[in-house]
């Protein structure tokens, strides 16, 4: 009878009244089998064949219903052993354990070998939260079971959450993935609460301490300091002292500027080579330092300046600084050569 | 930085250094170089100040909500001094009702998020505010997305403060 059952199951998985007959099918084999303890039944359970373990895994559906299955559980109401009543709503717990995981990850194989390492720890904490619930009302017990099953999934599975890390991440893994299933599998952590919204708040969370690392790596100092509070506070003082840096230079332009020429050709040349004797490790892309080593000194720019064979292939990658050529020939009335200046603010762009 | 990888030639670092220096170059050849006066040498050194940040922002190509929201405010700055005092004084009014009603609506959200958030989240928002006011354009974001922009706008100001600090140093020799 159970294997018949257990056929047609695998055969088809998603008809529900077919899944619910099962499930019944599997709660008589269940009570026949002689179980008096917790590790008893979890040895009975695992003596299932792996077909049987697999249908068990892949009927979640059958859980949720909660019409078909009570009828004929009432059946054996009489016939309730404690622990068949723990069995159910073990079982119950891993199929919505693994509800998330079934709907997503469609290997039969892993299912039953990921049953028995998680499903130890699981039993005991689940046996151990699940008799104080049945034990109360005997007669009643097939009802609160079915009901108690869909509606107190989530209190199950945070308990089976804490059970041991492997859970831990998969529920990591299958909460993300129960934002995109129909059914509400929230895997929500100790307490913690279920509800979407606090999902969602907690993938925003978790979206915003990964920025705030990376604002740590980005201002100096901060990879020391920890609480989140106080590297907000470094980088707003941080944003502010930046700020203030640049007031300053540009006032220190504005009263240096009138002692100066201005003179774009020595500027060009002392941008270049102080540019490039300096490092900007985050800014300089490594493309650029073949031309710079080529280009050792400020001597060799100039000598380079006049070879024309050294230009060709800058010019060629050059497309966009030529729109700037021509406003700043505009500019620059008084400078000596057109063409140097070309060249220089080519050399400079390249050097940059 | 995005730039870098289309070509790299054209990284953040020279495009500001050519926007500056040639506003720098209209700003000295509009004014003679003569002032000694404080006066002079304020108004140039709002007039630098503003050409590095347009300069600044106008590399980054308005990519990047800070950079738009710099260039706007520079915008519609250059466009108040442009007009007479009447017509200034109600674009001042029309810009800072629209300032409001975005503050409303991140107030509104922060409050939805105080609630029903933990407690180190109310600092947050304590001091994203802070942070709202630094970041330009950052009144109108939620929090991830201003911690994005921080950075991306850290980034940019120190390639800032770097390049003015080179000229800077070349002018003082």
């Known amino acids: ?352 | 930085m995005n730039s870098s990888h289309l070509n790299p030639s054209s990284s953040l670092k020279s495009r500001f250094t050519t926007r500056f220096l040639r506003a720098l170059t209209r700003i000295n050849a509009r004014k003679p170089i003569s002032p000694s006066s404080p006066r002079e040498i304020f108004q140039r050194y709002r007039r630098i100040k503003v050409a590095a940040d347009k300069s600044m922002a106008s590399s980054v190509r308005s990519r990047r909500t800070w950079s738009r929201a710099t260039l706007w405010k520079l915008r519609s700055r250059s466009c108040l001094q442009l007009a007479s005092l009447g017509r200034r004084r109600s674009v001042k009014t029309s810009t800072i009702t629209s300032r409001q009603a975005i503050m409303k609506k991140t107030s509104h959200e922060i409050e939805n998020k105080t609630t029903t958030e933990e407690d180190h989240q109310d600092r947050f928002v304590g001091q994203a505010d802070k942070l709202r006011e630094l970041v330009p354009g950052g009144e109108a974001m939620d929090l991830c997305n201003l911690l994005d922009e921080t950075a991306h706008y850290i980034k940019c100001l120190t390639t800032q403060v770097q390049l003015m600090r080179k000229i800077v140093d070349f002018y003082s020799l």
């Open chain 1, 1 to 352: 009878m159970a294997t018949r059952s257990n056929g047609t199951a695998s055969d088809r998985g998603e008809v529900e009244v077919l899944e619910s007959l099962q499930f019944t099918d599997e709660i008589q084999h269940l009570m026949s089998a002689p179980t008096t303890d917790n590790a008893g039944f979890f040895t009975a359970l695992l003596e299932l064949p792996a077909p049987q373990a697999v249908q068990l895994l892949h009927s979640p559906e059958s859980a949720k219903l909660i019409a078909a299955p009570v009828p004929n559980v009432e059946d054996f109401k009489g016939s309730f052993h404690f622990p068949s009543n723990s069995g159910l709503i073990e079982r119950a717990a891993r199929f919505s354990v693994f509800a998330g995981e079934g709907n997503n990850n469609t290997k039969k194989s892993n299912s039953p070998e990921t049953t028995s390492n998680i499903s130890s720890a699981n039993l005991e904490k689940a046996v151990k939260s699940e008799p104080a619930e049945s034990e109360s009302s005997q007669p009643l017990v097939s009802d609160p079971t079915v009901e108690k099953r869909s509606i107190k999934r989530k209190d199950r599975e945070k308990k089976v959450k804490e059970s041991k890390k492997k859970s831990k991440t998969a529920a990591n893994e299958s909460s993300e993935d129960a934002e995109k299933l129909p059914y509400v599998h929230v895997r929500a952590r100790r307490g913690q609460a279920t509800d979407s919204h606090s999902l969602a708040e907690r993938a925003r969370r978790e979206k915003i301490n990964a920025r705030m690392k990376l604002l740590q790596e980005l201002v100096p100092g901060c990879n020391k300091i920890s609480g989140t509070a106080l590297v907000l506070d470094e980088i707003i003082n941080h944003v502010q002292s930046l700020q203030h840096q640049v007031e300053f230079l540009s006032m220190r332009l504005a009263a240096v500027n009138p002692r100066i020429d201005f003179n774009l050709d020595s500027i060009f040349t002392a941008e270049s080579g102080s540019i490039i004797d300096c490092n900007f490790p985050s800014m300089v892309m490594p493309m650029m330092w073949p031309e710079v080593q080529v280009n050792g000194n400020r001597q060799q720019y100039q000598q380079q300046w006049h070879f024309d064979a050294l230009q060709q292939p800058v010019w060629g990658r050059e497309e966009v600084c030529n729109n700037y050529i021509t406003p700043e020939n505009s500019l620059l009335s008084y400078d000596s050569s057109t063409n140097s200046v070309t060249l220089h603010s080519n050399q400079l762009k390249m050097e940059l």
